[in-house]
Nanobody, 123 residues
Framework: VQLQASGGGLVQAGGSLRLSCVAS????????IGWFRQAPGKEREFVAC????????YYAESVKGRFTISRDSAKNTAYLQMNSLKPEDTAVYYC?????????????????WGQGTLVTVSS
């Protein structure tokens, strides 16, 4: 599976962005999809996860209520809708897959990382 994240950009605090994660090489509707982010000088951290068939979602406390993860199996794509963005959300955002299909929140649980997409939130 190859993943490509896109949709990042520069936005003012309080604004919104929607990130996309397109999978190719294999259909991923049975896989979990996770979003992670990495700010300069920091480790990659968990943001959100959606299970197979979209039955469950899970969020980091720092984004709960502001971000929404979803997926479109027909398009082999997952999304991360980000609202009420804050400067501390500035990071490169990555998506990964987990073949077991459940809810996971550590980088070791995900694979097939693609190139990330940069989100910059100005104050």
């Amino acid at each position: 599976v190859q993943l490509q994240a896109s949709g990042g950009g520069l936005v003012q605090a309080g604004g919104s962005l929607r990130l996309s994660c397109v999978a190719s090489g294999r259909t991923v509707y049975r896989y979990s999809i996770g979003w992670f982010r990495q700010a300069p000088g920091k480790e990659r951290e968990f943001v959100a996860c959606i299970s197979r068939f979209s039955t469950s979602t899970y969020y980091a406390e720092s984004v709960k209520g502001r971000f929404t993860i979803s997926r479109d199996s027909a398009k082999n794509t997952a999304y991360l809708q980000m609202n009420s963005l804050k400067p501390e959300d500035t990071a490169v955002y990555y998506c990964g897959t987990n073949e077991r299909g459940g809810i996971y929140a550590t980088t070791d649980d995900f694979h097939s990382w693609g190139q990330g997409t940069l989100v910059t939130v100005s104050s």
